[in-house]
């Protein structure tokens, strides 16, 4: 097929990317290098020896999205290209409200134009909000409590309404939970700029000596040590869970939502320890107090995805360490050191 992916040189993207060349898909990559390096998809192509087109764009930019999409015509568009850090998201709500939103309008207007009428798209768990009830599954409210996940929620409700004005269209809404790992080769994997927002990258900071100590926010909650409790997939199940959403929807139209989650959670304690275990270093921490607006526990129920898309995610914690511990062995300072 003719895949378009926006946002391919990021963390999830590029790891996609892999999955799409490794399956003889032909690739056009949308991605302005907001929060990424080109040097990913040069990993890419070393580890699949294989080449794709690249298009170095805004998504807002719509004139040139359109004649790019045009030209490529695109059967089906997997969106991944966004802003994603919750706090950044409450201090430039326009800028994610510009980026997140817009660009996905600016998207699926360039893919009217080219006439392709499937989108799969990147959401978030962040779309529940304060969970009313665990395992999260795709009928539980959509209540996102930040500007962030707000962004999502509204991006999914566009997708909805674009694809309810024509009985051809089809759309997969899937809501990650929290990707960690990296691809096995060790060449491609998480490379936040600045201080990692996300738990793994920064634990394994700590390890490779970047930072001297993990801060774990609150050892209070009901939770099986007190530390807070999340759903981690491996990066490459996630994208896995994308091929799978590319078949559903050849076969199948109108908008589906599914989670993607490993379907049983980790405390923080717990990751700190397999990361220690894998890396063979001792992680050093220190226990501050409950981050405002964090939730003890969330964890997915994924068995719509089990079930209808034939996918599950099961590569365990200890795997998902392993791979980060590769990849930044490899490459300390990510894809620039
Ligand atoms: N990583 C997570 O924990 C997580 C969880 C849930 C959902 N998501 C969503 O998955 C998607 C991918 O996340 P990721 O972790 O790979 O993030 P990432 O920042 O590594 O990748 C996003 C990519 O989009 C590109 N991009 C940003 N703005 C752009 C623009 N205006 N035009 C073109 N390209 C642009 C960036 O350069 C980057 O390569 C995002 O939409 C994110 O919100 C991520």
């Known amino acids: 097929m003719r895949v378009c992916l926006t946002g391919g040189a990021g963390y999830i993207g590029s790891h996609i990317l892999v999955g799409l060349l490794e399956d003889g898909h032909d690739v056009l990559v949308v991605d302005n290098f907001a929060n990424s390096s080109p040097k990913s998809l040069d990993q890419v192509r070393i580890i699949t020896r294989s080449s794709f087109e690249v298009l170095d764009q805004d ?62 798209f990147s959401s978030s768990a962040t779309v529940y909000g304060t969970p009313r009830y665990l395992p999260y599954d795709e009928a539980h409210p959509v209540a996102p409590v930040n500007v962030y996940g707000r962004t ?32 096995e080769s060790g060449e491609i994997g998480e ?22 100590e993990l801060s774990i926010f609150g050892n209070d909650y009901d939770t099986r040590d ?53 890396s063979n270093q001792s992680i050093s921490y220190v226990i501050k107090p409950r981050r405002d607006g964090d939730v003890s526990e969330s964890v997915a129920n994924s068995s719509k995805a089990n079930d209808v898309l ?28």
């Open 152 to 183: 999502k929620a509204m991006i999914e409700d566009i997708i909805t309404d674009w694809a309810a004005t024509d009985p051809g269209r089809s759309a997969a809404l899937l809501r990650y939970f929290n990707p960690v790992g990296a691809h």
């Open 226 to 278: 007190g530390t807070g409790v999340r759903d981690y997939i491996h990066i490459t199940d996630l994208a896995d869970g994308h091929i799978a959403a590319m078949a559903f929807l050849e076969g199948n139209q109108g908008v589906e939502t599914f989670n993607l989650g490993a379907g049983e959670g980790s405390s923080v304690l717990e990751v700190v320890k397999a990361f220690s275990r894998a």
């Open 59 to 120: 998504i807002c930019n719509s004139g040139v999205l359109s004649e790019a999409l045009s030209s490529f015509r695109p059967d089906i568009v997997i969106h991944c290209a966004g802003l994603k850090a919750v706090g950044e998201s409450q201090e430039q709500p326009l800028r994610y409200y510009r980026t997140n939103v817009e660009g996905s309008i600016s998207l699926l207007e360039a893919m009217d134009q080219a006439g392709c009428q499937r989108i799969i």
């Open 191 to 212: 490379d936040p700029k600045g201080i990692p927002n996300n738990l793994v990258p920064y634990i394994a900071d700590v390890a490779t000596g970047m930072r001297t």
């Open 310 to 337: 034939a996918w599950k995610a099961d590569r365990t914690l200890e795997a998902m360490c392993a791979d980060v511990w590769r990849w930044r062995s490899r490459y300390p300072r990510g894809f620039d050191g």
